[in-house]
C-alpha cells in the first residue's frame, strides 16, 4: 500500500504560550484506504494536529518546521489558493462541534448544495436527502429546510458528517464525529465510513476518545500525550498488550464504574417529581390546511429522582431527553403536566420565589461552547452565579469557592483569567461542570455532561460527581446517549422513543430483563472493546 499522508517532524508553537512548543516531532503515516484513530486526553494535541494537515489553524499557532506530504506534495510549502482546492474535493473534515461549525443564517439545504454546484437544482436536492438518510436523518425532507439552532445536538453533528462526505474524498479527518450520537446511530455512522472507506478507497483519520469506538473501526492506533506521540501500533497489538504506561491507563478508564453507592429510602420525599408532562410544537403548516398539527417532543412522560440517587434517561438524538430537561430548567414552553422540585410546583411558582427556588437546580449543558459566555473570563462566569443567587456571600468567599471548585474539576487557577475560545472542547465542558457545582445545588440535570471527554477526564469528573454526591447527598438527572455508562452509574433509567417512555424502572431490571424491542435495540448496539 502507498502512504496516502506522510506527517514527519511536525513542531507547532502558539504564541500566546510564552512560544512554548504545543506539537512536538509528531510523525506517523495514512496509507490509502486505511483508518487510523488519534487519542489522547483533552488538550493533548489531536485536533491542532488535524487542524494542520488542512491549514486552518488560528493566526496564533505556528508550524515551526517539519512536512505535511499528502499525494507527493508538502501542503505546508502549497499557495492557498491550491490549498482551497485539496479541502473541496480530496480532503475533509468533521469537527468536532457542529454548532460551531454550521452557518446559523442558513438553512441546511443551502449548507449542503455547495457541494454539489454542477448538479441541476432538482437533482441537488435529491442528492442532498438522500445522504442525509445516509447518516440517520429519517425526515430529511423536512430537515432540509430547518437551520442549525432548530436541531438537536445529534441531529447537527449528523448533518455535519453528511457535509463532509459529500465530496466523497480521499482524505477523511473525523474529530469526534460520533461524540453526540446515540449508540444506534453510531453504529450506523460507523458502518457507513467503512462502506465508504472502501467504496471510495477513502482513508479516515478518526479522532477519539471512546476506545471501544476506534477498536471496532481502526487499522491502526496512534496515541497522543502533552503534544507528543507516545504510542503508534496496529489495533490488534495495541489492546491486547499497549506498551506505553499511558496506553494501558487510557485502557484501564474506558469502563467506569460507580464507587460508591449511597443508601436512600423510597420512602423520602422526591427531589423531583414529574408527572404527565407534555411538550407540544406547532408544526408551519400550509395556508391552505385549517387543521392545526404538532410535533409531540414529549408525550405524556412521568418519573422521580430521591435524595442521593442517579435516575438516567436514555435515547436516540431527537426522542426528547433535551427537551424535559429544558422543561425542567424553564427554557421551553411546557403544553400540560407538572413538575416539583422541593416539593414546590415551579410551574405555577411566582417569580420571586423561583428566583430563591433556582440555586437549588442547576444543569450541565451538551455543548459547553456555545454555553459559555464568549466575552467573560472563566473566573467571571464561575463567579456570576454566586453573585446572583448567594448575594449574601463575601468577594473573599466567592473567590475561595471559585478556587476550590476549578481545582475540583482538574483545572488550574491560571484558567480562571483565561477566555472559553482558548481551551479544548473537554476543557470547556470542565468550565461548565464548574460553573453549576459551585452553587451547591440539591438537583443537577445533567445533559451529556461527558460526551466530549477523554476516557481519563471522563472518569475524574463522573468520579467528582459521585464523590459530591455522597458528602452533599446531591441528586443527578442524567442525560445520555451512552446506555453502557449510564448502566454503571445509575440507580433507575428511563428510556425514550419519538418522546414516549417505552421503559422505565430499577437499572439492573431494564439492562439485564430489558421488555422492549428499542431497549434491547440499544444494549446490542451500545459499542465493546473488541481485541
Known amino acids: 500500500m502507498n502512504n496516502l499522508l506522510t506527517i514527519k517532524n511536525l513542531y507547532l508553537k502558539i504564541k500566546s504560550n510564552q512560544n512554548e512548543e504545543i506539537l512536538k516531532n509528531i510523525s506517523f503515516n495514512i496509507q490509502e484506504s486505511e483508518v487510523v484513530s488519534l487519542i489522547g486526553e483533552s488538550g493533548s494535541g489531536k485536533s491542532l494536529t488535524a487542524l494542520s494537515i488542512i491549514r486552518l489553524l488560528e493566526k496564533s499557532c505556528k508550524i515551526v518546521s517539519g512536512e505535511i506530504v499528502f499525494q507527493n506534495e508538502d501542503l505546508l510549502r502549497i499557495e492557498e489558493k491550491e490549498m482551497r482546492k ?42 442532498i436527502i438522500k445522504n442525509l438518510i445516509s447518516v440517520g436523518i429519517e425526515d430529511a425532507s423536512r430537515v432540509i429546510n430547518l437551520y442549525p439552532h432548530q436541531l438537536s445536538g445529534g441531529m447537527k453533528q449528523r448533518v455535519m458528517i453528511a457535509m463532509a462526505i459529500a465530496c466523497k474524498p480521499k482524505l477523511l479527518i473525523a474529530d469526534e464525529p460520533t461524540t453526540s450520537l446515540d449508540v444506534t446511530i453510531q453504529k450506523q455512522v460507523l458502518d457507513l465510513l467503512l462502506e465508504l472507506k472502501d467504496k471510495l478507497n477513502m482513508a479516515i483519520l478518526f479522532i477519539t476518545h471512546d476506545l471501544a469506538v476506534a477498536s471496532q473501526i481502526s487499522d491502526r492506533i496512534v496515541v497522543m500525550k502533552n503534544g507528543s506521540i507516545v504510542e503508534n501500533n496496529d489495533r490488534s497489538s495495541f489492546f491486547q498488550k499497549p506498551k506505553d504506561k499511558y496506553s494501558k491507563s ?33 408544526e408551519n403548516n400550509s395556508l391552505f390546511t385549517k387543521k392545526q398539527s404538532f410535533i409531540k417532543a414529549v408525550d405524556d412522560i412521568s418519573f422521580s429522582i430521591k435524595p ?83 448575594p449574601e456571600l463575601s468577594s473573599s468567599e466567592i473567590n475561595n469557592k471559585v478556587l476550590e471548585v476549578i481545582n475540583n474539576v482538574g483545572l488550574n487557577k491560571n484558567t480562571l483569567n483565561k477566555y472559553p475560545h482558548e481551551f479544548s472542547g473537554g476543557q470547556r465542558q470542565r468550565i461548565a461542570i464548574a460553573r453549576v457545582l459551585v452553587l451547591e445545588p440539591k438537583l443537577l440535570v445533567c445533559d451529556e455532561p461527558t460526551s466530549s471527554l477523554d476516557v481519563t477526564v471522563q472518569k475524574q469528573v463522573l468520579d467528582l460527581l459521585m464523590d459530591i454526591q455522597n458528602r452533599i447527598q446531591i441528586s443527578y438527572l442524567f442525560i445520555s446517549h451512552d446506555i453502557k455508562l449510564i448502566s454503571n452509574i445509575s440507580d433507575t433509567i428511563s428510556v425514550m422513543h419519538k418522546g414516549k417512555m417505552v421503559e422505565s424502572g430499577n437499572t439492573f431490571d431494564i439492562i439485564n430483563n430489558a421488555k422492549n424491542e428499542y431497549t434491547r435495540n440499544l444494549l446490542k448496539s451500545a459499542p465493546q472493546i473488541r481485541y
Open 250 to 282: 487510557l485502557l484501564e478508564s474506558s469502563s467506569y464504574n460507580r464507587k460508591f453507592k449511597k443508601k436512600f429510602s423510597s420512602k423520602e420525599e422526591d427531589i423531583l417529581n414529574v408527572r404527565n408532562l407534555k411538550v407540544y410544537y406547532k
Open 86 to 127: 485539496i479541502r473541496k474535493k480530496d480532503i475533509s473534515m468533521i469537527f468536532q462541534e457542529p454548532m460551531r461549525s454550521l452557518n446559523p443564517v442558513m438553512n441546511i439545504r443551502d449548507q449542503l448544495k455547495e457541494s454539489y454546484e454542477n448538479k441541476k437544482k432538482d437533482d441537488v436536492d435529491r442528492e
Open 308 to 390: 442521593g440517587s442517579i435516575h438516567s434517561i436514555v435515547g436516540e438524538s431527537g426522542s426528547g431527553k433535551t427537551t424535559i430537561a429544558k422543561a425542567i430548567m424553564g427554557l421551553t414552553h411546557i403544553t400540560s403536566g407538572h413538575i416539583k422540585i422541593l416539593n414546590k410546583d415551579i410551574i405555577n411558582i411566582s417569580d420571586p420565589s423561583k428566583r430563591n427556588l433556582r440555586k437549588f437546580y442547576q444543569m450541565i449543558f451538551q455543548d459547553p461552547f456555545s454555553s459559555l459566555n464568549p466575552r467573560m473570563r472563566v473566573g467571571n462566569i464561575i463567579r456570576e452565579g454566586l453573585c446572583f443567587l448567594k
